[in-house]
């Protein structure tokens, strides 16, 4: 089974600097996705990146980047430049996507991002 | 771009009523799903769909849940007996296919029981 666990329910950055959210998993799959979600108080899921296990380059997305660590089952969320509007809850999330019974996504219980003006 | 919706985006009831939350996942897509989030707690996996029958569900999925597909493009979760404890976001995704690594997710219905 897959568990996800984000170590810090709560962080706070200030605008414009930068600010990494830490997140383990563990899984005994060799290939499997891993995802950062964000929330926003309207609570709809968004996604904001994404990054397979076999590949070993890390992916970015603007102003978001991950340092993905397979070895150490580590799957780090950094956000650069931080604005307002990042302002939310951050899941991350695994999915392996080739077990018929095991097709779901693991959630960790997230981290509260606040950016301070 | 083509987005899951749900409906509708806030349901009160009492204890003890049914309630049918819907989704319409994304048009092409066959695999769906519900999570739900408890007010203040992580996603949970529910149940996911696939070709008119469950093909996994969560210990959460108990026998008071029960999801259908009754036309093309509906894909509904109904509670039959709803407990306080049902009060909570329920999300629906979707996805093209099993191998696809990403979920669509719709807006939610937040499930109010008093």
């Known amino acids: 089974a897959q568990t996800v666990t984000q170590s810090q329910p709560e962080m706070s950055v200030q605008e414009a600097e930068t600010v990494t959210l830490s997140c383990t998993y563990d899984?005994?799959?060799?290939?499997?996705?891993l995802f950062w979600y964000k929330q926003p108080p309207s609570r709809q899921m968004i996604l904001v990146i994404r990054q397979e296990a076999y590949k070993q380059q890390n992916a970015t997305e603007n102003r978001f980047s991950v340092n993905f660590q397979k070895a150490a089952k580590s799957f780090s969320l950094k956000i650069s430049d931080s604005q307002l509007g990042d302002t939310a809850m951050y899941f991350c999330?695994?999915?392996?996507?080739?077990?018929?019974?095991?097709?779901?996504?693991?959630f960790g219980a997230g981290t509260r991002l606040t950016v301070k003006p | 771009e083509p987005e899951v919706t749900q409906t509708p985006s806030h349901q009160v009831t009492q204890m003890g009523q049914e309630v049918i939350l819907r989704c319409v996942p994304i048009s092409n897509h066959l695999y769906f799903y519900w999570y739900r989030q408890i007010l203040g707690q992580k996603v949970e996996f529910l149940v996911s769909f696939y070709n008119n029958e469950i093909s996994e569900k969560s210990e959460i999925f108990d026998d008071q849940f029960s999801v259908e597909r009754p036309d093309g493009s509906n894909f509904t979760l109904k509670i039959r007996s709803t407990k306080l404890e049902d009060s909570a976001m329920y999300f629906c995704?979707?996805?093209?296919?099993?191998?696809?690594?990403?979920?669509?997710f719709g807006p939610g219905t937040r499930l109010t029981v008093t």
């Open positions: 899984t005994s799959e060799n290939n499997y996705y």
């Open positions: 995704a979707s996805t093209s296919d099993r191998i696809s690594y990403e979920q669509y």
């Open positions: 999330a695994s999915k392996t996507p080739h077990s018929y019974n095991n097709n779901d996504m693991r």
